[in-house]
């Protein structure tokens, strides 16, 4: 989890927050953020899941053992993306095209449908 996303988390637990989950299809780099969000915020509940956003059925897996560690969700941070092929546009495969639309669109609009539908379900809490 290099850059913006565990950046966004350090943040998230250095401003309060109690329970995050964190996701990413790299998994030893999710361990190494909680590792270090827990080194400076030992009461911080982290779960670490391995997801694939460019799969529909990793989406809803991560939502729901979200939902079971910690009850619902209230906000979530989808900043998934990869930059693509290191070449010209001449030269780029079609394949190598819809890997990037996969995980930076379609994918990040996959986790917030997902997200939203889960928070639809859940009961409005309402703050002091």
Not at 10 to 21: D, E, P, S
Not at 109 to 119: D, K, P, Y
Request: aromatic share 4%; with cysteine.
């Amino acid at each position: 989890m290099p850059g913006i996303g565990r950046y966004t988390a350090l943040a998230l637990a250095k401003y309060g927050v109690k329970q995050l989950a964190l996701a990413d299809i790299n998994l030893e780099a999710m361990r190494t953020t909680a590792d270090e969000i827990k080194k400076k915020h030992s009461d911080l509940e982290i779960k670490v899941l391995k997801l694939d956003v460019s799969k529909e059925t990793s989406i809803e897996q991560a939502i729901d053992e979200t939902v079971a560690q910690f009850g619902r969700i209230d906000f979530a941070v989808n900043n998934a993306g990869i930059a693509g092929a290191n070449k010209p546009t001449v030269e780029v495969e079609m394949g190598d095209w819809q890997k990037l639309l996969d995980v930076n669109l379609t994918g990040v609009w996959l986790c917030q449908r997902a997200e939203i539908r889960q928070m639809l379900k859940q009961e409005v809490v309402q703050s002091e």
